[in-house]
């Protein structure tokens, strides 16, 4: 009896989105015989590019469309119980509002219209004994849902969650559709991070049964060999979208308030605040003598694992206003690199009680006080930081124990395999 396994994910394997999936990915077969990858809302422009895939999915790409043809689509969902459920809600808890209306009309006309095109790719496949796993909680496990009411079968039905499809305040309108049905509707939410539970627990209390925290993880690629020198350039490194939750104008500003030893930044990542910060870092960063900088860009996963390898990294920054868990750091922390962060969604469960864990609302000053700290150490004092690091990586965030152990999980409790006699 064949197992199936649906996964719907945003864009993935096309363009840059969801890096972590080719991590997670060659693990579905471990488990299952038969994987499915929809590749929802795809860029046209992404999709020009497509990573390899180290397992055996099959891709069904899902292609975006813009937000004014989910509104003209929203006839469509006029018959939808759960749109005059959720009206309803928002009502009574006074919430209503014509933006947040705008907001349920295209989450439900995005759903109706993505789970149509992934039932026509799948409908001459056996139905039963696919588990349908949402690698985001926003709209895409309504999607699940749907493909579920129309193949008329037990499917499981399950969703991993990060952060911006966690915290509702980091929605524009402070708002993010149907939380109680998509959570009456699915069998499991796995969030990345404590803090990611304690939040939907907390909001959510009656469906506490369902929500269990389930770590990322990071391929071991070995650990680093640090070569301490006479003359050190302390070079250090991030790695993030240019966005403005990521702050990386903060490390600038703190790069730029060292004088006293000679410091290399290299920064790997792209976003729309790119002209942005490469201005403000030439204005305040060229100026001073004992600073270099560079910015990479976008690389391959296995390029930048190679590069932490090879390279002298003396730590690895991250001072976001907002995470989930940040796979960044554990990916540093994996070769030893110690870590400087603010303290913010599952950050701290990661680092645990660090000196190098910052305040939230952090000032440059702490940061770059922290910079110093580190580079103040003695070099005992400094391997003993590095080889904590790996070995608080080595024992919560290796991806051959946690993906594994997920993929796995996604079999638990369910029995619609026994009942598919037609695989």
């Not at 006309?109 to 992934?118: F, G, L, P, T």
């Not at 600073?291 to 860009?297: D, Q």
């Not at 702490?366 to 690091?389: E, F, G, H, T």
Request: aromatic residues 12%; proline residues 3%; charged residues 25%.
């Amino acid at each position: 009896m064949k197992r199936k396994l649906l996964v719907l994910a945003n864009e993935f394997p096309y363009g840059s989105w969801e890096p972590y999936m080719e991590t997670e990915e060659p693990f579905y077969n471990d488990v299952f015989d038969k994987v499915w990858i929809a590749s929802l809302q795809l860029r046209s422009e992404h999709a020009r590019t497509k990573r390899n895939l180290k397992g055996k999915s099959v891709v069904i790409p899902v292609a975006y469309k813009k937000r004014i043809f989910y509104l003209l689509n929203a006839m469509t969902v006029l018959v939808d119980s759960n749109l005059y459920r959720e009206l309803l809600f928002l009502i009574k808890e006074k919430r209503f509002s014509m933006s947040r209306l705008v907001d349920l009309f295209v989450y439900l006309s995005r759903a109706h219209h993505e789970a149509r095109i992934v039932d026509k790719a799948l409908r001459n496949e056996c139905k039963n004994g696919i588990v349908i796993y949402s690698y985001r909680f926003e709209y895409q496990p309504y999607v699940a849902m749907l493909l579920k009411e129309k193949w008329g079968t037990n499917n499981k039905i399950i969703s991993r969650a990060h952060r911006y499809d966690i915290y509702e305040e980091q929605h524009k309108n402070d708002y993010i559709p149907l939380r109680y049905q998509v959570l009456n509707g699915i069998d499991c939410v796995y969030p990345c991070s404590e803090h990611g539970s304690n939040y939907i627990n907390k909001r959510y209390h009656s469906f506490n049964a369902k929500i269990e925290t389930k770590y990322l993880g990071t391929k071991d690629r070995g650990i680093r060999n640090y070569k301490f020198n006479a003359n050190d350039v302390y070079e250090v490194v991030s790695c993030s979208t240019l966005t403005k939750v990521k702050r990386v104008d903060l490390i600038i500003d703190a790069l730029a308030s060292i004088d006293d030893f000679k410091i290399k930044w290299t920064h790997y990542g792209d976003g729309e605040l790119m002209p942005e910060i490469e201005k403000y870092a030439k204005d305040k960063l060229e100026p001073k003598e004992n600073i270099t900088y560079n910015f990479i860009g976008n690389v391959s996963n296995d390029i930048l694992m190679e590069e932490y390898k090879r390279s002298n990294y003396f730590a690895f920054i991250n001072v976001s206003s907002s995470e989930g868990i940040p796979v960044s750091i554990m990916e540093a922390m994996s070769f030893g690199i110690p870590c400087i962060a603010t303290d913010v969604g599952g950050t701290s469960e990661i680092m645990g009680k660090s000196e190098y864990l910052l305040d939230s609302n952090c000032s440059y000053k702490q940061v770059s006080n922290s910079i110093r700290k580190m580079a103040s150490l003695s070099k005992s004092d400094y391997v003993d930081l590095c080889l904590n690091a790996r070995l608080k990586w080595n024992s919560m965030f290796n991806a051959d124990t946690n993906y594994m152990d997920f993929v796995k999980s996604l079999l638990e409790k369910d029995d619609s395999f026994e009942k598919d006699t037609n695989c």
